[in-house]
């Protein structure tokens, strides 16, 4: 049992929910395995994905993992563009309650629109991401992955890089690796930071870090958050912040690249690196993200429902 | 004071696992077509000692398996501790005579959950179903092919199967809670 049925953002989540979680995670990557990828644990369950924000991998990965649970999972996509804020979002739960659903999956635009839709509700919620807020089963699936990897957390570098103001990916991943010991730096140009970054150790070039973290994680430019320009030019990103074959070829032995995808490509991560083969291109995990991350949701929607 | 009685010790363990493995033999025609799957968490090393001991007197290799039922329960949200444990099964079940291992035999809910999951695995020829103790009290129309002993029991006693792999000694008491 988790200590909270809802999980919005990764302070809800204790080290104990995350070592029953990553228990749970490892069986449930055995039963993706199988030829029946299925175990009846949720049968009759029902659970609604709510997007209010378009999304393809995190929607798909919710779906698939309730799938194999055999809970019966219903999509539920808008925009909100053209509604008013906060009226279309009561309104929607208002009628998915009246359909009697037993979890709900929800992703908005705006910071904090799923806390308040669980205030709203009287069943579990789950954050697939909220606006710039967080985005709690990423850093799950992120800080899982690692844990695979390389078998423990304590004492690992890791260099988060990129577009940190507008990533709530970022801010949910540096809660838990910093609660886990591991050491976190950093590498974003200023003008992609937040006001108040005293707390953090920052860089501001890619070439600062390549050379001694255990992890590079690249992050999305989030081009579809940023109505003013927060970058010059995509040469200058390229300049500081990609990564390219040169310096994918500098990292450490052991050492890995992690992306939350959808990458763009030529911006955080070239061509020629999403691409490469051979022993280089095995320290590129996305896809083994993309595994985990079915298996983490998988474990959270049982012990949440079970 | 919980009243505690002493059923079974390391050798009569010992013997019972010797007894049944050669029930399997005779009962099967040899070790040919035979896959066995232990329970977790008891039945997984019941499982290993009869296959070793058909291994010596066959001279034959025979494969071992695990099985772990936590997503077939049919008590889920009864506040049992949804911890699962590892499922290995490195072998085709189809067309074998899968020998299916577990400590306790009680209700019968854990059999049914475990041939629903072995299901999902393929179709097996047989499934035939080994236990060191058949308590009695079944709510399924389930029973036992291979038992090492019959152990009438009252609902409140509890039955402690206790293995070297896993708890450090061999034993089975059985404890009458008050």
Request: hydrophobic share 40%; net charge neutral.
């Amino acid at each position: 049992m988790l200590r909270k049925k809802s999980i919005i953002d990764t302070g809800s989540l204790s080290l104990e929910d995350i070592d029953l979680i990553f228990a749970n995670a490892d069986s449930f990557l055995e039963v993706s395995e199988r030829d029946v990828k299925k175990v009846p644990a949720l049968r009759g369950k029902t659970i609604v994905n709510l997007f209010f924000e378009p999304s393809t991998r995190t929607r798909t990965s919710f779906e698939i993992a309730a799938k194999r649970l055999s809970a019966d999972i219903i999509n539920f996509s808008s925009s909100t563009s053209s509604v008013k804020k906060g009226e279309s979002v009561i309104d929607t739960l208002k009628t998915i309650l009246s359909m009697k659903v037993d979890l709900i999956v929800m992703r908005h635009s705006d910071s904090g629109a799923v806390k308040m839709a669980e205030q709203f509700v009287n069943v579990p919620v789950i954050n697939a991401g909220d606006g710039k807020h967080q985005h709690p089963t990423q850093a799950l699936l992120d800080l899982y992955t690692i844990k695979k990897i390389f078998n423990k957390l304590e004492g690992l570098k890791v260099a988060i890089i990129g577009d940190f103001i507008n990533s709530r990916v970022a801010k949910s991943d540096i809660d838990l690796f910093e609660r886990m010991g591991i050491d976190v730096t950093v590498v974003s140009p200023a003008m992609l930071l937040p006001e108040d970054f005293s707390r953090m150790k920052v860089k501001h070039s890619i070439d600062d870090v390549i050379e001694e973290s255990d992890i590079i994680y690249v992050l999305r430019m989030q081009f579809e958050r940023q109505n003013r320009k927060f970058y010059p030019s995509i040469m200058e990103y390229n300049r500081f912040l990609s990564l390219n074959k040169d310096r994918l070829l500098r990292m450490k032995p052991g050492s890995i690249v992690m992306h939350p995808g959808p990458v763009n490509r030529g911006i955080e991560i070239t061509d020629e690196v999403m691409d490469i083969s051979g022993e280089p291109g095995e320290r590129i995990t996305i896809e083994q993200q993309v595994t985990n991350g079915v298996a983490i949701r998988m474990a959270v929607l049982y012990l949440i429902l079970s | 004071m919980a009243e505690k009685a002493y059923i079974l010790n390391r050798d009569e363990i010992d013997r019972i696992i010797k007894r049944i493995s050669h029930e399997i033999l005779e009962r099967n025609k040899g070790s040919e077509n035979l896959v066995f799957i232990g329970l977790q968490k008891r039945g997984v090393p019941l499982a290993k000692r009869i296959a070793e001991n058909i291994e010596k007197f066959e001279g034959t290799k025979i494969k071992t398996g695990k099985l772990d039922i936590t997503f077939y329960r049919d008590d889920i949200g009864q506040n049992i501790k949804p911890i699962a444990q590892t499922t290995d099964i490195p072998f085709e079940i189809e067309d074998k005579n899968v020998i299916l291992v577990d400590d306790v035999l009680y209700t019968g809910r854990t059999i049914r959950a475990a041939m629903d999951a072995l299901i999902d695995f393929g179709r097996p020829k047989t499934i035939q179903l080994v236990v060191l103790i058949d308590r009695g009290h079944r709510e399924l129309p389930i029973r036992a092919d291979y038992v090492g002993k019959n152990l009438p029991t009252s609902r409140d006693e509890s039955v402690d199967v206790r293995l070297q792999e896993t708890d450090g000694e061999d034993s089975v008491v059985v404890i009458r809670k008050e």
